[in-house]
């Protein structure tokens, strides 16, 4: 079960990379003008926001189960080790928190230009802490591209 899920975990970052940079350029072309808020512009928001949620379940759930992961005070010597423990983790999660406020928010707001430029900078905040603490392969301790 866990090769299984590190490879989706893996290979869905993709699937949330992607959903991340569609809607920050959605949103980024309504900052300017005079735009209304509507459904559409809320789909691509949605599925990232969806997208970062599953991959956060995934996430927890490698995280009881790796192997990677170790809860000892050694563990915090070895760079790989604590990578995973806390930088890795604490950092999703911050992702994560951010995306999800500035979407919930987005939602809440008037006028509706202002809900562009919440989920704007909620996701392109959200994605520089992600694209920070993925363990890409040219990391000493990375993971394979898919």
Request: aromatic share 14%; proline share 4%; hydrophobic share 55%.
């Amino acid at each position: 079960m866990y090769p299984i899920l590190v490879h989706l975990h893996s290979g869905f970052r993709w699937v949330l990379l992607i959903t991340l940079v569609l809607a920050i350029i959605q949103t980024a072309g309504k900052l300017s003008g005079n735009h209304s808020f509507t459904d559409k512009d809320k789909k691509m928001p949605l599925f990232a926001f969806i997208s970062c949620h599953i991959q956060l379940l995934v996430g927890l759930i490698l995280y009881a189960i790796s192997p990677k992961v170790v809860f000892s005070a050694e563990s915090m010597k070895d760079a790989m080790s604590r990578f995973f423990l806390v930088e890795h983790t604490s950092m999703m999660i911050l992702a994560i928190i951010i995306i999800s406020v500035g979407y919930i928010m987005a939602k809440k707001v008037a006028p509706e230009k202002k809900a562009f430029s919440r989920i704007f900078w909620a996701y392109l905040i959200g994605l520089i802490l992600i694209l920070a603490s993925i363990p890409w392969p040219f990391m000493g301790y990375g993971t394979s591209w898919f």
